[in-house]
């Protein structure tokens, strides 16, 4: 019934935009919702984009932070907002993680939510707090495994890609420690630097600085290959473990019935902010990958999302971490 009642108010919504398309649109600030707190690597991307797609969307772009549950809540929230392009979810690989991490989940990635296009690709990078004991790789595996009820490691939550990359650290070292979960990495960046919590697993788009300025510890990079702004930064693959690949990719997604002029305002001003001097420059700067033409579309988005879904989900499943 609540569906009927929206996919109603979508058509309400189109109506009113009648021939005139989009023209009106947008009539007040568009919100870009955060699944993670803010300062955090998701929270990075989400305000330069939001800056970036000002001028092409005309009118003003904010972001508001709505963490909890693994990104969950927030993917929640926008599948009930109004669609009417005011309202939009960036979210990130953990759209396509937490089908197959939770039990109970209230909504539905590939049926719930109209596709806008991808954003950017983050490779993540395996960082410690900066008295850990371990200065490479071989080291950090051997003292995990020795300190294993001792060592513990820091995540967003479950969904979250922290919580992916952790999981697959400890499927890589078959060793299981203790996971710390936070509202986004950014709160659980400043307890690794306060060298409150110990190992953390996080996009470039935080860490790098930080890596660059010796105020972390760093032991691999998740990427195919070497992370151009942190060159001595080795990959996992390279240290043993070929199966630890993860690119935190990003897409950008409305509420279902959001009607097509709107939409195809909200993928032309994605483009046009994705491509953007300034926001492809600080997001080179970050480590990032851009995305190509094909997957900054609807389409683009939605068979990528499918995809990891059917990559993630055997996975996550065989290392059997659930909630409810
Ligand atoms: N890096 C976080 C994650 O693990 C999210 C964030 O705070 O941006 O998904």
């Known amino acids: 019934m609540k569906n009927a009642y929206r996919i109603l108010a979508g058509a309400v919504c189109a109506l009113a ?4 398309g989009a023209q009106n649109y947008p009539s007040k600030p568009v919100t870009i919702i955060i699944p993670f707190a803010a300062g955090g690597p998701t929270d990075i991307v989400g305000r330069q984009l939001a800056q970036a797609m000002t001028k092409p969307i005309g ?3 904010i972001v508001e932070n709505k963490p909890g549950a693994g990104g969950t ?17 960036l979210h990130h690989i953990g759209m396509s993680t937490a089908p197959a991490l939770y039990r109970t989940l209230r909504f539905n990635p590939l049926t719930d939510f109209e596709y806008i296009g991808q954003v950017v690709d983050v490779p993540m990078t395996l960082v410690a707090r900066p008295d ?12 995990v495994k020795a300190n294993k009820a001792k060592v513990n490691l820091a995540n967003a939550g479950l969904g979250a890609a922290s919580h992916l990359c952790g999981l697959l650290f400890q499927s890589a070292i078959q060793t299981e420690i203790q996971t710390i979960p936070y509202k986004g990495t950014g709160p659980a960046m ?6 409150q919590v110990d190992i953390l697993c996080d996009q470039t788009t935080q860490t790098t600085q930080l890596i660059q300025t010796d105020r972390i510890k760093a032991y691999g990079a998740t990427s195919s290959k070497r992370i151009s702004s942190l060159p001595n930064l080795p990959t ?16 950008v997604y ?23 001097a300034t926001f492809a420059a600080s997001m080179d700067k970050l ?17 990528h999302l499918k995809a990891e879904i059917d990559k993630w989900t055997p996975i996550i499943k065989k290392a059997g971490q659930y909630a409810d």
Do not use: C, I
């Open 17 to 20: 935009l009648g021939t005139a």
């Open 254 to 276: 409305a509420p279902k019935g959001t009607p097509k002029p709107v939409l195809d305002k909200l993928n032309a001003a994605l483009r046009a902010g994705v491509k953007d």
């Open 190 to 195: 400043t307890d690794l630097q306060g060298k």
């Open 236 to 251: 996992m693959a390279e240290q043993g473990f070929p199966a630890f690949e993860v690119a935190v990719w990003h897409g």
């Open 59 to 61: 009118g003003t772009v």
């Open 73 to 89: 809540l927030a993917a929640e929230f926008v599948k009930a907002a109004a669609p009417d392009g005011h309202t939009v979810l």
């Open 132 to 143: 850990f004991p371990a200065n490479n790789m071989k080291e950090l595996v051997a003292y």
């Open 287 to 303: 480590g990032t990958l851009p995305v190509s033409d094909a997957a900054l579309t609807p389409d683009g988005l939605r068979n």
